[in-house]
């Protein structure tokens, strides 16, 4: 109980210091509409010096830089398309975390998809390939 | 048809198993630190910079008019691109095509210094110092290089330090084939 306690504590205190770390270069927008809008952009992009890693998440230095550009388009009043393909432009796809779906990246999105169809297919046709041999050797 | 059912459940995975291998063995040798750059083929990004030595003197994407040009992303804060300085520097000297610098979020007087030690294979730099103008052209990392014609159409963008083959195998045949291009 004890030890459940204290792993409680330290995930607490890992989220919260988790949410403090994610510093802004820039104050927050007064506007509570724009900085959600902000903050949900910079999840929106990859920081492409850490890739794994959101525009928001990064300690890059190219992360803050990205951040800083986001926030200013934001406060010119660009709307989230313009901002992206602001981005894209400069950076190509990959900057985006979601890839889009195109022609090269419709395999993406449609292939898990089609690889549990042909496990479900596989799988209806063992089944039904066994009921069969049971049958037959039922059969006299 | 019997035999084909009979041996379909080994076939059929040993050769969904090759595909998975291919595949793999491919994403082995594939960089994914090196993006493609959608600016290949495209006008330089319009910019105005102050000069690195002389702030008062603003540069613009005009320099890249008249002639084919490099554009070296650099900042004295990056081991690579001090590793890459004495590349640059050679390169200079063979007078094969002006270089331009952009010294990226950097600060001037190391900039400066970096220069002083080891020379200057530079035309002209620019100072981006809050790398605004960087983003613009898609850097995401120094050193970067980009590969312009005589019109400041970008036509190659090198990721990372140029090396010495690198330029003899690929970027110097680049060059002279821009150059001999009709103006």
């Known amino acids: ?140 | 048809m019997k035999k084909l059912q009979q041996y379909a459940p080994f076939v059929i995975p040993a050769l969904v198993l090759l595909f998975l291998i291919g595949l793999f063995a491919r994403g082995l040798f594939l960089d994914p630190t090196k993006v493609q750059s959608p600016l290949i083929g495209k006008a330089a990004p319009k910019f105005s910079l102050p000069g690195l030595y002389d702030p008062a003197r603003r540069l613009d994407q005009g320099i890249f008019q008249g002639q084919v040009s490099l554009l070296n992303v650099w900042g004295a804060w990056c081991v690579a691109c001090q590793e890459e300085h004495p590349v640059l520097v050679d390169l200079a000297k063979r007078k094969l095509l002006p270089i331009y610098g952009l010294d990226y979020h950097d600060d001037r007087t190391a900039a400066l210094a970096m220069l002083q030690k080891g020379g200057d294979p530079y035309t002209a730099i620019l100072d981006d110092a809050s790398g605004d103008v960087a983003i613009d052209w898609g850097v995401y990392g120094a050193p970067e290089t980009f590969l312009l014609d005589k019109h400041g159409v970008i036509r190659d963008k090198f990721i990372g330090p140029l090396t010495p083959e690198l330029i003899e195998d690929k970027l110097a045949p680049e060059v002279r084939a821009l150059q001999a291009e009709t103006p």
């Open chain 1, 1 to 140: 109980m004890k030890r459940l306690l204290l792993a409680m504590s330290f995930t607490v205190a890992a989220l919260v210091t988790g949410a403090a770390l994610a510093i802004d270069s820039e104050p927050p927008f007064t506007d509570g509409a724009l900085q959600t809008r902000y903050e949900a952009l910079t999840h929106e992009f990859r920081c492409l010096v850490c890739q794994d890693e959101t525009v928001a998440d990064s300690n890059a230095d190219l992360a803050a830089d990205f951040r800083r550009q986001i926030h200013d388009m934001v406060a010119a009043g660009r709307t989230d398309a313009e901002i992206k393909s602001y981005m894209v432009d400069r950076y190509g796809d990959f900057v985006l975390y979601r890839p889009p779906l195109r022609v090269g990246t419709v395999f993406l999105w449609v292939g898990p998809f089609l690889l549990l169809a042909a496990c479900l297919v596989v799988g209806y046709l063992v089944v039904r390939h066994r009921a069969v041999d049971e049958e037959d050797a039922d059969s006299p």
